[in-house]
């Protein structure tokens, strides 16, 4: 079970705890500077012509880290599921944490659902329950820019559409929000990837799972269970 502990200096708090579903491999938010160390001496060990490329995708991966990190990320995993066409699909799942700033969390999502936000399950935010308390639910299709080299002079940057899970729980204990987005390109596994969201909110829990039993339930085998 992956956690957010309250005992670092640098991951935001509050602590919680979640399980990742199967085929997502975790990425490492916040590496240490012995970590980034590292990898900066075995780049340089590297033969010269590999050396820039690898030394490209390292800057690359540690921009993107502070960017997630200025962001609140706690938690960032890549997925690989076969797409039942002969192929596989990609998707992205972020955890972070949303500063409700001194206000009741959940009072603030339940008047954003009230409030004109949507109350359908195609366009709107519609309330959840989970084990760990009410949470709020939505998903939209998107237009995002294609990653890719610089385009040419005057040629517009390619877009593909994607769609974008979210449940958000709210923490009542710190007037924080938890979130969950899921984001994926494979428009035509929107339901099971749905799922795969839902299946990871209702494993989120705030009290620590070492210190009492946990029953070994259905979610994580459901979760794991929606790609075969």
């Not at 997630?68 to 799942?93: F, I, N, T, W, Y």
């Not at 500063?99 to 009072?107: E, I, M, S």
Request: glycine fraction near 8%; charged fraction near 20%.
């Amino acid at each position: 079970m992956n956690s957010v502990q309250e005992d670092s200096a640098v991951k935001p708090r509050p602590a919680f705890w979640y399980d990742l579903p199967y085929g997502y491999l975790q990425v490492d938010v916040y590496p240490s500077r012995e970590r980034l160390e590292e990898l900066a001496r075995q780049i340089l060990a590297l033969p010269e012509g590999l050396r820039d490329r690898a030394d490209q995708v390292f800057r690359m991966y540690a921009l993107m880290m502070w960017e997630l990190q200025k962001h609140r990320v706690v938690g960032c995993a890549l997925g690989l599921h076969p797409d039942g066409e002969s192929g596989a699909s990609m998707s992205v799942l972020v955890v972070s944490i949303l500063d409700t700033q001194g206000v009741d969390p959940k009072a603030a999502l339940t008047v954003l659902m009230e409030s004109g936000a949507g109350d359908t399950t195609d366009t709107g935010i519609v309330p959840l329950e989970l084990p760990c308390g009410t949470g709020f639910v939505t998903g939209t299709v998107e237009e995002t820019d294609v990653p890719q080299r610089e385009p040419a002079r005057g040629e517009a940057p390619a877009k593909a559409s994607v769609w974008r899970g979210m449940v958000a729980i709210p923490d009542t204990r710190s007037s924080s929000v938890t979130v969950l987005q899921l984001v994926t390109p494979s428009l035509h596994l929107i339901d099971e990837y749905r799922n795969v969201l839902i299946g990871v909110a209702k494993t989120v829990t705030f009290n620590d799972p070492q210190s009492s039993q946990r029953e070994p339930g259905a979610v994580a085998e459901a979760v794991r269970n929606d790609f075969g």
